[in-house]
């Protein structure tokens, strides 16, 4: 599970890497960010962009991040392709989620892991 | 009509041979005229079926599955068999969870039922057998899902949602 972590205005910002989030990878996602979120930063930016494939597994790792986090410490999307939108709005998970059209530019924290 | 294009794919079943299953779908898939709509939702709709036979149907442990898909020009007919543990999803709730209440799961039915029709499950001797039409459902569609005269195709454009 590659992640490109960084900062920007106060905020974690974790550029995912992978081009599929599914039930593959979905405990490894879960691991990945609760790792990574032990940066500190709030909110914590998801950026999506390299994504073009999320199932219901994905979605649920992306749920349980979230969950991880905390109330005090918001989970955002940012730039999900249209077909990870899709399943969003499917299931009115994008009610649940702030979502950005772009991920913020960063100072970057690390490279891939 | 001439023949119509056919995949006939055995495999074994795990989370990670998925991938490995969707390539191949999706190289039948993009050997047609198919919409993208249709490929993306296919490749949905499969994943969520195989994600669920690798983890109920046969609990993780091995198994093998066949899937069929038959290229009907605007959709794709779609057959799963598998060899495990006798499992009706039509019996499932195929509502999706209320957002507000964070699952982790139990979004797959709902997304099964929203993207295929005609879905019809069978129990033939010791197989599972679960067979599905795929037509790509715009977004903006899904709350007329049940009409079939509503597939957006560039014949028939979706008219602007209200």
Same mark, same amino acid.
């Given at each position: ?113 | ?61 091995? =198994?093998?599955?066949? /899937? ?8 794709? &007919? ?5 060899? !495990?543990? #006798? ?37 033939? =001797?010791?197989?599972? /057998? ?8 715009? &977004? ?5 899902? !049940?009409? #079939? ?14």
């Amino acid at each position: 599970m590659q992640f490109s972590i960084g900062q920007s205005d106060g905020a974690l910002v974790i550029d995912v890497l992978e081009t599929r989030l599914d039930a593959a990878v979905a405990l490894a996602f879960k691991d990945a960010i609760r790792e990574a979120t032990a940066s500190p930063g709030n909110p914590v930016i998801l950026g999506l962009s390299h994504v073009d494939f999320m199932d219901s597994s994905g979605l649920g790792a992306i749920v349980g991040a979230m969950k991880l986090l905390g109330p005090e410490r918001p989970l955002e999307l940012a730039a999900p392709s249209p077909g990870v939108m899709k399943v969003f709005r499917l299931t009115r998970m994008d009610t649940v989620f702030r979502i950005h059209d772009a991920l913020p530019g960063t100072q970057g924290l690390s490279a891939a892991q | 009509m001439g023949d119509k294009r056919m995949l006939s794919l055995e495999s074994d079943i795990s989370l990670l041979k998925i991938r490995e299953i969707l390539e191949s779908v999706d190289a039948f898939v993009k050997a047609g005229a198919a919409h993208p709509q249709l490929h993306d939702d296919l490749a949905l709709v499969l994943a969520e079926v195989l994600s669920n036979i690798a983890r109920h149907g046969y609990g993780h442990d091995q =198994g093998r599955i066949h /899937v069929q898909l038959t290229d009907a020009d605007q959709c794709m &007919i779609c057959s799963v068999r598998d060899f !495990g543990a #006798p499992f009706n999803p039509i019996l499932q709730d195929h509502n999706a969870p209320i957002p507000d209440s964070l699952c982790e799961g139990g979004y797959g039915w709902f997304l099964i039922t929203t993207l295929t029709r005609d879905l019809a499950y069978t129990r033939d =001797g010791d197989q599972n /057998v679960l067979e599905f039409t795929v037509a790509g459902v715009p &977004i903006q569609n899904t709350d007329m899902q !049940g009409d #079939p005269a509503y597939h957006e195709t560039p014949e028939n454009p979706v008219p602007p949602s209200v």
